[in-house]
C-alpha cells in the first residue's frame, strides 16, 4: 500500500563525503517497504524545485524508513540542511522491489557508488550470509560500507577506480573475480549503479545464463505510472516498447531491458 | 455546522458536483491515484489523451524540471481506443464523478474516427478534444494554432460524438479569441484552456537539448499568468463556458480563474507535486466561500471587476 504522508525527520547525517543518510518516521512506508523500492520526497514547501525526488529505501529499522542519498544539485543540497524534528511530504514505498534468489543459492549484490543504497537493505532483508556483497566507488573516500547505515559485521569486497581502496578496477572485475571460484554459481545477480555499470554486470549475467536483476534510474514527476515520463525501451523479448521505471520498475529483468538504448 | 456551500456547477450541458477537475496526461486514467485518494470527491477526471491506435510515445528523456515548471515531451503515449474502451473504462465508469475522455488524431479524420468509437460507451461525460497535436497530412502544423483547422477538427468531432464536446485550445498562438471563436461557431460545447506551452533546455556540459525530443511542453506555476491571461480573453470572446487550467497549485490560484470567468478548472503537474493538490483545493474553496459567507461558487464565478 502507498502512503503519502508528512513524516517526521528523526536524523539526518553526514555518513561519507557529499553523502547523507536520514531517517523517516514512517511506521506505515516501514511496514510496507521491500528492497528495490523508493519513495518520492519534496524537499521543501515551495514552487521550485517543483518536483519530487526519488531516493531508494536503503534500510527499515524500527518505525524508520532510511534513505542514503548523495548530494549532486539543488534538491539534495536542501535535503542534506534538513534536521531532526524537520517535517518532509514523502510518498512510499513505489516500484516494484527485487525478487528473490532460488532457495539455498547464493546471491551476488553489486554496486555502482550510490547504487549501494537499496541493495543494503536487500542483504538486510534476505541475510548477508547467503550474498557477496561487491562494491565499486571512484575512490577511497566515496566509499560506503555497510556500517555506514548501522549494518555492523556485513562483509563488502571494493574495488576502486584509483586503487586507493581494495581492488583497483571496476565491480564488474570483481564479480569476475569472485564468479571464477565460486561453486555452484550463483542463483541471481542483483545489481544498481551506473548504466554502463550495470551493462557490465548484466552482460557478464547473461554470458553464463545467471538470472540479474538491475535497479534503473531516470527522471521522474509522478512516481505513479501516470506521466510516462519515466519511460526505458524494452528488449524485444516482452510485447512492448517501454518500460515505466516508476511502476515496472525500477528493478527489472537484465533481459526485459533494450541495452543498446540505455 | 452551519450549511455547507454548494459547489455544484453546470459547465454547459455538463453537471459537475465541484468545479475541480484532473487534466489530461496527469492523472493517468485515475486508477494510478486510488491508493491515495477518494476519487469521488473529484468534480471530474479528464484521463490521458485517447488515439485511434496505441502509441509508445517519444525516446527519453522525456522529462526535464524548469524554474517552477517543467518540460514534458510524453509524445501522447497512450494505451489506444480499443484497449482504453475494454481495460480502463470498466474502472472509470463505476466511480461516481464525471469522467472525461481527452482525445487526439493525426487527421481531421481520425480526430472522428475516435469520437464515433466512443459513441453509445457507458460512463462517459464529455469529450475534451486536444487540437495541440501536429496535423501529419499538413507539414506537421499544430491543428490548434490554424481558426480553420481547428474548427474543421471541432465540427468533425461534434458531428461524430453522441456527447458534449470540450475543445482543449493551445496557447502557442498570436490571438486566442480567433481559435476561441472559430471553434465555438463549429459546435463546440465548452472550451479547455490551456495546454502546454512549446520550449526547450540545454544540457550545457554536453551541449545537448534535455529532452530527446528537443522541445516539449511547459508546465506547473510558471505558466499560470499566461494561462490566467489567455482564460480572460476567451471568456470575453465567447459564450460557450471555459474551464481554466495552467499552473493550478492551491485553491488561491483556483479562485483567479474562477474570479476571471472560467467556470471550472483541471489540476495538472501540481498532481506530481502532490498528488491530492484537487481535494485540497475543494476543501480550500468550501473554507474561502465559508469565511466571506458565500452560499455557492456560482457567485464567484466571473466576478472579476475590470475598469
Ligand atoms: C528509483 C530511483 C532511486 C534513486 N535512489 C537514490 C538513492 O538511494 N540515493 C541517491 O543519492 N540518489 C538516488 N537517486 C537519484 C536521485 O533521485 C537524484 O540524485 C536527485 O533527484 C537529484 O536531485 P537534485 O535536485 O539534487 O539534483 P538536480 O539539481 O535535479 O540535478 C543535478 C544533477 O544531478 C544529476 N541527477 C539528477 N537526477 C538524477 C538521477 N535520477 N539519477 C542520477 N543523477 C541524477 C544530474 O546529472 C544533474 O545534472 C535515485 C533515482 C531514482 C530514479
Ligand atoms: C506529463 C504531461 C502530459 C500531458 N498530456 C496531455 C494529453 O495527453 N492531452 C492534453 O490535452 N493535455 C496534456 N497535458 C497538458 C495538461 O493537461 C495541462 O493542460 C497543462 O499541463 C497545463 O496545466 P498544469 O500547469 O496544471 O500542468 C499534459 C501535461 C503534462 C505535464
Ligand atoms: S514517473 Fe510518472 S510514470 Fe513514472
Known amino acids: ?262 | 455546522m452551519a450549511n455547507l456551500p454548494d459547489l455544484k456547477i453546470r459547465v454547459g450541458p455538463l453537471n459537475l458536483k465541484n468545479p475541480v477537475l484532473t487534466a489530461s496526461g496527469t492523472f493517468g486514467y485515475g486508477a494510478e491515484f486510488a491508493p491515495l485518494m477518494d476519487l469521488n470527491r473529484l468534480g471530474g477526471i479528464v484521463v490521458k489523451g485517447i488515439s485511434l491506435r496505441p502509441r509508445e510515445g517519444n525516446q527519453p528523456p522525456r522529462i526535464v524540471e524548469t524554474p517552477c515548471g517543467m518540460l514534458n515531451a510524453i509524445g501522447l503515449a497512450n494505451v489506444g481506443l480499443e484497449a482504453f474502451l475494454e481495460e480502463k473504462l470498466p474502472r472509470l465508469r463505476k466511480l461516481r464523478t464525471a469522467v472525461i475522455v481527452n482525445i487526439y488524431g493525426n487527421s481531421v479524420e481520425e480526430y472522428g474516427e475516435v469520437a464515433a468509437g466512443l459513441r453509445g460507451a457507458d460512463g462517459i461525460s464529455a469529450i475534451e478534444v486536444n487540437i495541440s497535436c501536429p496535423n501529419v497530412k499538413q507539414g506537421g502544423m499544430a491543428f490548434g494554432t490554424d481558426p480553420d483547422m481547428s474548427a474543421r477538427v471541432t465540427a468533425r468531432v461534434v458531428k461524430a460524438a453522441d456527447r458534449p464536446v470540450i475543445v482543449k485550445l493551445s496557447p502557442n498562438v498570436t490571438d486566442i479569441r480567433r481559435i476561441a471563436m472559430a471553434v465555438e461557431d463549429a459546435g463546440a460545447d465548452a472550451l479547455t484552456l490551456i495546454n502546454t506551452l512549446t520550449g526547450m533546455a540545454v544540457d550545457i556540459e554536453r551541449r545537448v537539448p534535455r529532452l530527446a525530443n528537443v522541445s516539449g511542453g511547459l508546465s506547473g506555476p510558471a505558466i499560470r499568468p499566461v494561462a490566467l491571461y489567455m482564460v480572460r480573453q476567451a471568456v470575453k470572446a465567447v459564450r460557450i463556458p471555459v474551464i481554466g487550467v495552467g499552473g493550478i497549485m492551491d485553491y488561491r490560484d483556483a479562485l483567479e480563474f474562477l474570479i476571471a470567468g472560467a467556470r471550472a478548472v483541471q489540476v495538472g503537474t501540481a498532481n506530481f507535486v502532490h498528488p491530492r493538490t484537487g481535494l485540497h483545493i475543494i476543501d480550500g474553496l468550501t473554507d474561502f466561500c465559508r469565511a466571506y459567507d458565500i452560499p455557492a461558487i456560482e457567485h464567484i464565478i466571473g466576478t472579476l471587476k475590470e475598469k
Open chain 1, 1 to 262: 500500500m502507498i502512503t503519502e504522508q508528512t513524516s517526521q525527520i528523526a536524523f539526518n547525517k553526514q555518513v561519507a563525503s557529499r553523502v547523507f543518510l536520514m531517517g523517516l518516521k514512517s511506521p506505515e512506508m516501514r511496514a510496507a517497504a521491500v528492497p528495490g523500492q523508493f519513495v518520492m520526497i519534496r524537499v521543501r514547501q515551495a514552487m521550485d524545485p517543483l518536483l519530487r525526488r526519488p531516493f531508494s529505501i536503503c534500510r527499515a529499522d524500527g518505525d524508520l524508513i532510511l534513505v542514503l542519498y548523495r548530494v549532486v544539485g539543488r534538491g539534495t543540497e536542501i535535503l542534506s540542511e534538513m534536521r531532526q524534528g524537520d517535517s518532509l511530504d514523502v510518498m512510499g514505498p513505489l516500484g516494484r522491489g527485487f525478487g528473490h534468489p532460488p532457495d539455498g543459492r547464493r546471491a551476488i549484490l553489486t554496486a555502482g557508488g550510490m547504487g549501494i543504497a537499496p541493495l543494503l537493505f536487500l542483504g538486510d532483508s534476505v541475510g548477508f550470509l547467503g550474498c557477496n556483497l561487491l562494491a565499486g566507488f571512484a575512490s577511497s573516500d566515496q566509499v560506503i560500507g555497510p556500517d555506514r547505515v548501522g549494518l555492523l559485521n556485513v562483509e563488502m569486497s571494493v574495488a576502486t577506480d584509483d586503487g586507493t581502496l581494495g581492488r583497483q578496477g571496476t565491480v564488474a572485475d570483481l564479480m569476475e573475480e569472485h564468479l571464477s571460484h565460486m561453486d555452484p554459481e550463483p542463483g541471481m545477480v542483483f545489481a544498481c549503479g551506473p548504466i554502463p555499470m550495470l551493462k557490465a554486470i548484466a552482460a557478464i549475467a547473461m554470458r553464463r545464463d545467471i538470472p540479474c536483476q538491475v535497479s534503473l534510474e531516470t527522471t521522474m514527476a509522478c512516481g505513479l505510472g501516470a506521466c510516462q515520463g519515466c519511460a526505458v525501451k524494452a528488449s524485444g523479448r516482452r510485447d512492448r516498447s517501454y518500460w515505466h521505471v516508476c511502476r515496472e520498475g525500477p528493478v527489472f529483468d537484465a533481459r526485459d531491458l533494450d541495452w543498446g538504448a540505455l
